[in-house]
């Protein structure tokens, strides 16, 4: 990925054949979104994007397209907002494709397969069989991008927060998910991870666990997902970072004691924001275990980084 970049407003803008990390940002409130070049290693502005885009910004995995949730349509009313779609946009050509959002309940994170065929998206309706004040379920939809038919995988009782994501595995045969849960004797909402196969299946779960945030940065490999684990010692809770083989539940420790956790892990290293009580904190990349950190990212103190997301292959000529 090279480095470090720094990050001191807006880049200028410019066409991008394929990104290795695309960046939403704001400056002194003007949002934008930047994409790393994998062929000239500097950040150029994304032009022609909605006006409104969520803070979450996803790349393919080849890294020649975003997708976004923005308002998009005409609203069923004139008092009433734009309803949400979902855009593919092509970083090389500028061309859209739009899909409809919102369809099972808000789409709170979304991501494309590895072979751009399905679009992930994890989102909250409301339980038709339930009619208590807890309803909600976390699901997983999916919209076939040629067709644009849209089916529910799977689907929990359950919410989100500002941790939940949802992640394709390499090769497109998991999709591992993180959301809330209420836990009825701490009286309180937990995330919780679940890994789904394509058949609806649930390989993997476990409550107090999260995912890197980064659509394309949370598994090391086809069945080995990264996941922070937490645990109450002592009346603190305690985490632990590990990788986790999802198709025999086996855990292999990373980091023990975890105070940071990771935004993405890339090329078997991590990239994590530093812990330096800063509100502009410099990125960094280190081993699985924390160590040998090198700088990534500076960042300007007027610049606020919104959503972050790598691409796999960006650097593959096929």
């Not at 090769?171 to 959301?179: N, S």
């Not at 999260?210 to 086809?222: C, F, K, T, V």
């Amino acid at each position: 990925m090279g480095g470090p970049y720094h990050l001191t407003g807006v880049a200028a803008a410019g066409s991008v054949a394929r990104a290795a990390a695309a960046i939403r940002l704001a400056v002194e409130g003007v949002p934008a979104v930047l994409a790393l070049d994998a062929g000239r290693h500097e950040f150029v502005r994304v032009p022609g994007l909605p006006a409104e885009i969520a803070n979450q910004v996803m790349l393919s995995g080849d890294g020649r397209r975003l997708l976004l949730i923005a308002p998009h349509g005409t609203p069923r009313h004139p008092i009433l907002p734009k309803p949400t779609g979902l855009c593919v946009h092509d970083l090389a050509t500028g061309r859209q494709r739009w899909y409809p959002g919102d369809v099972d309940g808000r789409d709170v994170a979304v991501a494309l397969s590895p072979d751009g065929a399905l679009i992930a998206s994890l989102c909250t309706p409301w339980d038709p069989d339930d009619d208590s004040d807890d309803s909600g379920l976390a699901a997983i939809g999916l919209t076939d991008t040629v067709t644009g038919q849209r089916r529910r995988l799977w689907a929990t009782r359950g919410g989100h927060s500002a941790q939940s994501t949802i992640s394709w595995s390499p090769t497109g045969r998991y999709i591992a998910v993180t959301y809330l849960v209420y836990v009825a004797d701490r009286d309180d909402v937990y995330c919780q991870t679940s890994v789904v196969d394509l058949g609806g299946s649930v390989l993997w779960q476990r409550l107090d666990a999260e995912i890197p945030h980064a659509s394309n940065g949370a598994w090391l490999d086809e069945h080995r997902l990264v996941a922070g684990l937490d645990d109450i010692v002592d009346d603190e809770m305690y985490r632990r970072l590990v990788a986790v083989d999802v198709t025999t539940g086996q855990q292999h420790l990373l980091v023990d004691g975890a105070r940071v956790f990771p935004e993405a892990v890339h090329d078997s290293r991590f990239i994590i924001r530093e812990n330096t009580g800063r509100s502009d904190p410099p990125w960094v990349t280190t081993n699985l275990d924390y160590s040998r950190p090198e700088p990534l990212l500076m960042v300007d103190r007027r610049v606020t980084i919104c959503g972050f997301d790598i691409a796999r292959r960006a650097n593959s000529t096929h």
